[in-house]
């Protein structure tokens, strides 16, 4: 990567635009990509580790590091915590790395205040139907859970416009090379 000093890369997306998929996709084809690993609230689902998907933490331990500064930019999902650790955005930037952040809407609004040259993208499920079958698919919710994510997910929509750039998950591997192909064309 000719990049000396690394980027944000913000990808946002509603629950269940498949987002998960593609960016285990666009890790896969770009792996010096630096994923950025977030903390949250949120109990652990099946398979999910510690350290990899996110960092597990109860509310009492998110609050005293907000209170330590220790967030890039936090914000309250259905409930629970997520924020993104400044410590983890620091090493990727000091190595030279795009870091990618996988966060919801408020977060990304933060950064883009924060640091105008983040580039955004916000992935779409091709309609709201595919997007509440994906969500059901996964059977990690309880229903009133999902109904929650899918009134959110509506919401969330509607913020695309504040994204540079808007990529159709239509299918997994297009949906990345797309991103691919916006993520290299700020490295020349
Ligand atoms: P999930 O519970 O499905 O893993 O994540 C719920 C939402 O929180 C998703 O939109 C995900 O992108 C977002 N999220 C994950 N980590 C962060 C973070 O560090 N900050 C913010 N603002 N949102 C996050």
Known sequence: MSNPTGRLIIISAPSGAGKGTVIKKLLELR????YSISVTTRKPRAGEIHGESYYFVSHERFQELIKAEAFLEYADFVGEYYGTPKSMIDDCIYYGK???????VQGAEQIMKKKPDAVSIFIIPPDMKELERRLRARGTESEEQLKARLERAEQEL???VHYDYV????DITRAAEEILKIIEKGDQ
Do not use: G
């Not at 795009?98 to 919801?104: G, N, P, S, T």
């Open 31 to 34: 792996p010096e990509l630096c």
């Open 98 to 104: 795009d870091a990618l952040l996988e966060i919801e």
């Open 158 to 160: 509607e913020e695309k």
């Open 167 to 170: 990529v159709v998950n239509d």
